[in-house]
Nanobody
Framework: QVQLVESGGGSVQPGDSLRLSCAAS?????IGWFRQAPRKEREGISC????????YYANSVKGRFTISRYNANNTVSLRMDTLTPEDTAVYYC?????????????????????????WGQGTQVTVSS
């Protein structure tokens, strides 16, 4: 199983940016980012495939968030721009050895928690004026 450690959360104002990082130890084929706001279901927002860099973004973050991989140090980052209060949530990264991030496929078959076998501890992002 992959060990995952997230970092980079915090409190910001609307319109600000944050960059989350997920450091992984062990083999994985893809890393995904999920978020869970109070009283809401966990939402899969983005993923990236380690081998070829294919990515997926949920409509709620498309155009504002950018996922990147750094295979040399087994790190995936999530750059979040133009943050709004609706982005307030605990953000989790997750890894899986079989999952593949095909954007066209994932637009129809949304990524869900059970797609991933390893999880980080989560990092809080709060957007408030």
């Amino acid at each position: 199983q992959v060990q995952l450690v997230e970092s980079g959360g915090g409190s910001v104002q609307p319109g600000d940016s944050l960059r989350l990082s997920c450091a992984a130890s062990g083999f994985y084929n893809a890393i995904g980012w999920f978020r869970q706001a109070p009283r809401k279901e966990r939402e899969g927002i983005s993923c990236i495939t380690r081998s070829d860099g294919t990515t997926y973004y949920a409509n709620s973050v498309k155009g504002r968030f950018t996922i990147s991989r750094y295979n040399a140090n087994n790190t995936v980052s999530l750059r979040m721009d133009t943050l709004t209060p609706e982005d307030t949530a605990v953000y989790y990264c997750a890894a899986d050895s079989m999952f593949y991030c095909d954007n066209d496929y994932r637009q129809i078959h949304k990524m869900v928690s059970t797609d991933f076998t390893s999880w980080g501890q989560g990092t809080q992002v709060t957007v408030s004026s």
